[in-house]
């Protein structure tokens, strides 16, 4: 049995990775709502027809949710003088 946990899922979209609080695997098609609101279409690629796309960076709205959620602090110097 492989067990894969909803919350380690990563969804990407436009080269950005965004969290979200899924029930369960989505089936490819399916919509997701990431937890800063962007809806998206659920689709699974291999890695073969990822591995032209650039390494994405990390949605920051759906960070600071996550952090806020897990009680973890904001990275200071990410909303700070930049
Ligand atoms: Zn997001």
Do not use: K
């Not at 369960?24 to 690629?45: H, N, Q, S």
């Amino acid at each position: 049995m492989i067990y894969i946990d909803p919350l380690m899922i990563h969804p990407v979209m436009d080269g950005v990775w965004h969290h979200a609080r899924l029930a369960g695997i989505p089936d490819p098609g399916e919509a997701i709502t990431m937890l800063c609101g962007v809806t998206g279409v659920a689709a699974f690629l291999p890695l073969s027809q990822r591995r032209h796309s650039t390494i994405p960076r990390q949605c920051e709205r759906c960070d600071a949710i996550v952090r806020q959620q897990r009680g973890i602090p904001l990275r200071q110097n990410r909303t700070g003088r930049n």
